[in-house]
């Protein structure tokens, strides 16, 4: 019997872009053709994208996925591909996968397990299949499966796949820290139990929110790994079966694994939604150089445009280190005091605020300038504004609405603050010099937007807020058992008072890239007006 080569065909689409996906995967499967593949193997819902959302519910967007789709048949080389897509049929629409030979589309597969929980919505928009799709390719049998269809032990799925000798998987599985030991996991299991070998083709790219990481996959019938592609890019990689030696790619660090995220994420936002340049208030804090670093590397120095706005309550080393981030990048910097922009909005206000102590307000006048300087050069250039408020910020609405959250996109939305300063400490190493001044890394955390004003002014040390966001946001534990040695029970209820209360001004936020298991926004939904709290012996 001959050595079947399959083909994991990890390719960067775009939602909606019909033709522009269509050309991606003949391009991919004519490489593939000519690596001798008998096989090419498609993300899910390749040819739409991932995910589409309410597009689903357009029957003139599924009409033209199927167009789209029947146009690839004659294209095709001679081989077997296999091409996610949403396919309509007697009022029903499907999450599937179309087998593609001989020119045309010869059998479709529908997933049978629809997810529905963190970022999917599938049963919003799919009826779940109830048919396997097995096809022979030299001498092998191959079982057809989609993403979820070998997560749920159990599946239907499993069962088509016990008489076969590989099973491929079409998949979109999105990113977030340690994800990927995870498939592997589930791959693995799945092999184990149904005696085939997997092959499980991963989407790469961003979209929106969403990070896909690629890091598709191949395991023997045992569970051994057989083949890993690259992650964070698009990679054409071929199996043959029975195993040749594996095939693998170097293991990346959790921190490193974020930081590409980041990158790509932000690269597929911009550049998919049709800018070329972005700006951002460069304040020399932490949060603005990491978000500035990320911005250089995803779109090169020339396209990232820095703003620094100081006020009266700007120190000489941040302006300083504003300066020297942007030198460290080669970025150019634009220079916009706001002094002179508050005074006169305090002498707006001066008759309506008479008698009135200052507090927050005039901190959040100054944000909001810089806000509307950052959304002004915007406007006049086309820049998109790049957001740098951090995941504990969003948190507890330590930010403000209309001030720093005002823009297009938000880099490290889902990225906590302690791990801004590891991200900070890898950049840094990753280019063997001070890309980020190590004066910013140093300094302990301020908004300067009043004297000397500090972070723990108004939070605990971010070593000690984390954790309790950790549990509470990610992990749903109730105040009364967030367990922390030190940490007094009426903190961990003051936290939790401002997660809760800032729910209005999380839903006014950009959309920033997801890379915890749970992010505000699209993993996490709660109701604005909500009296409902926590009672001890809740979980």
């Known amino acids: 019997m001959s050595a079947l080569r399959i083909a994991m065909a990890q390719v960067n689409v775009t939602v909606g872009d019909l033709y522009g996906n269509g050309r991606i995967l003949l391009d991919a499967a004519a490489r593939a053709r000519e690596a001798g593949a008998h096989i090419v193997v498609f993300p899910e819902l390749a040819l739409s994208g991932y995910p589409p959302e309410d597009l689903l519910l357009k029957p003139q967007f599924l009409r033209d996925c199927r167009a789209a789709l029947d146009a690839l048949g004659p294209q095709m080389p001679d081989l077997v591909a296999l091409v996610g897509f949403p396919d309509h049929d007697a009022g029903c629409v499907y999450n599937a996968a179309a087998l593609v030979r001989n020119g045309a589309v010869d059998?479709?597969?529908?997933?049978?397990?629809?997810?529905?929980?963190?970022?999917?919505?599938?049963?919003?928009?799919?009826?779940?299949?109830?048919?396997?799709?097995?096809?022979?390719?030299?001498?092998?049998?191959?079982?057809?499966?989609?993403?979820?269809?070998?997560?749920?032990?159990?599946?239907?799925?499993?069962?088509?796949?016990?008489?076969?000798?590989?099973?491929?998987?079409?998949?979109?599985?999105?990113?977030?820290?340690?994800?990927?030991?995870?498939?592997?996991?589930?791959?693995?299991?799945?092999?184990?139990?149904?005696?085939?070998?997997?092959?499980?083709?991963?989407?790469?790219?961003?979209?929106?929110?969403?990070?896909?990481?690629?890091?598709?996959?191949?395991?023997?019938?045992?569970?051994?790994?057989?083949?890993?592609?690259?992650?964070?890019?698009?990679?054409?990689?071929?199996?043959?079966?029975p195993g040749a030696p594996p095939i693998t790619m170097p293991e990346l660090d959790p921190v490193d694994e974020v930081y590409r995220a980041l990158v790509l994420g932000t690269r597929d936002y911009v550049r998919k939604n049709g800018f070329e340049r972005v700006v951002i208030g460069l304040s020399g804090g932490i949060d603005s150089a990491l978000t500035a670093c990320v911005a250089a590397e995803a779109l090169g120095a020339e396209n990232v445009t820095g703003v620094t706005m100081p006020s009266q309550y700007t120190s000489d080393g941040t302006l300083n280190d504003a300066a020297r981030q942007a030198d460290a990048l080669g970025l150019r910097l634009i220079t916009v005091p706001i002094e002179p922009v508050y005074n006169a909005y305090l002498s707006a206000l001066a008759e309506p605020l008479a008698g009135a102590e200052p507090d927050v307000t005039e901190e959040n006048v100054q944000a909001r300038i810089r806000g509307n300087l950052l959304m002004a050069l915007?406007?006049?250039?086309?820049?998109?504004?790049?957001?740098?408020?951090?995941?504990?910020?969003?948190?507890?609405?330590?930010?403000?609405?209309?001030?720093?959250?005002?823009?297009?996109?938000?880099?490290?939305?889902?990225?906590?603050?302690?791990?801004?300063?590891?991200?900070?400490?890898?950049?840094?190493?990753?280019?063997?010099?001070?890309?980020?001044?190590?004066?910013?890394?140093?300094?302990?955390?301020?908004?300067?937007?009043?004297?000397?004003?500090?972070?723990?002014?108004?939070?605990p040390a971010y070593e000690v807020l984390d954790p309790i966001l950790e549990q509470y946001v990610e992990r749903d534990v109730a105040p009364a058992h967030i367990a922390a040695p030190g940490i007094p029970r009426e903190l961990v209820e003051r936290i939790v008072r401002l997660v809760d209360r800032t729910e209005y001004k999380r839903r006014q936020s950009p959309p920033g890239i997801k890379i915890t298991p749970k992010a505000f926004g699209r993993d996490r939904r709660l109701p604005i007006t909500n009296r409902y709290r926590p009672q001890a012996g809740n979980h």
């Open 107 to 241: 059998r479709i597969y529908h997933k049978m397990e629809l997810p529905n929980y963190g970022v999917f919505d599938e049963k919003r928009y799919f009826v779940p299949g109830s048919k396997p799709l097995r096809f022979e390719v030299a001498g092998r049998r191959v079982c057809v499966t989609i993403c979820e269809d070998i997560w749920v032990e159990g599946s239907p799925a499993a069962h088509s796949a016990a008489d076969a000798d590989v099973t491929v998987n079409l998949s979109a599985s999105p990113f977030h820290a340690g994800k990927l030991a995870r498939r592997r996991e589930v791959a693995a299991g799945f092999a184990r139990r149904t005696g085939t070998t997997v092959v499980y083709t991963n989407l790469v790219g961003g979209q929106d929110e969403l990070v896909f990481d690629g890091g598709s996959l191949a395991v023997d019938s045992a569970g051994e790994l057989l083949a890993a592609a690259a992650r964070f890019e698009e990679h054409l990689l071929c199996v043959d079966l």
């Open 378 to 459: 915007s406007n006049k250039f086309g820049w998109l504004v790049l957001t740098t408020g951090n995941k504990s910020e969003f948190a507890v609405g330590y930010c403000t609405l209309y001030g720093d959250m005002a823009g297009g996109f938000a880099v490290i939305k889902d990225v906590p603050k302690t791990l801004v300063y590891d991200l900070a400490r890898h950049v840094n190493r990753r280019a063997g010099r001070e890309a980020i001044p190590q004066s910013i890394i140093d300094r302990p955390p301020s908004a300067e937007l009043r004297p000397d004003q500090k972070d723990t002014d108004s939070l």
